[in-house]
Nanobody, 124 residues
Framework: QVQLVESGGGLVQAGGSLKLSCAAS????????MGWFRQAPGKDREFVAR????????YYGDSVKGRFLISRDKAKNMVYLQMNSLTPEDTAVYYC?????????????????WGQGTQVTVSS
């Protein structure tokens, strides 16, 4: 069974940076796509970024493009989300997600596995 455990959330001032980590276990992820989503209170879960495990190909949501960077460490089975130039609008619970297969997956229902989430709060 795939397990995803996020860490690294916290409180940061606007303009600051934060790096989230996701520890993935339970499977060989060579055929997987890994994603980050976020959900603010009263809002739908929003796609943030994805990375293909094998090739490292990345894709970003429009709201974070140019500010966030997704990466993975194959040896450690880790996925990261480096977040820069944070604004209060980035405040949300951030979730790591995974699905078997390679493709343009940006919808929450396209991902099979989810972590428990980590809170990111950006103060103005």
């Amino acid at each position: 069974q795939v397990q995803l455990v996020e860490s690294g959330g916290g409180l940061v001032q606007a303009g600051g940076s934060l790096k989230l980590s996701c520890a993935a276990s339970g499977r060989t992820f060579s055929s997987y796509t890994m994603g980050w989503f976020r959900q603010a209170p009263g809002k739908d879960r929003e796609f943030v970024a994805r990375i293909t495990w094998s090739s490292g190909l990345t894709y970003y949501g429009d709201s974070v493009k140019g500010r966030f960077l997704i990466s993975r460490d194959k040896a450690k089975n880790m996925v990261y989300l480096q977040m820069n130039s944070l604004t209060p609008e980035d405040t949300a619970v951030y979730y790591c997600a995974a699905r078997d297969g390679w493709g343009s997956y940006a919808g929450r229902y396209e991902y099979q596995y989810w972590g428990q989430g980590t809170q990111v709060t950006v103060s103005s």
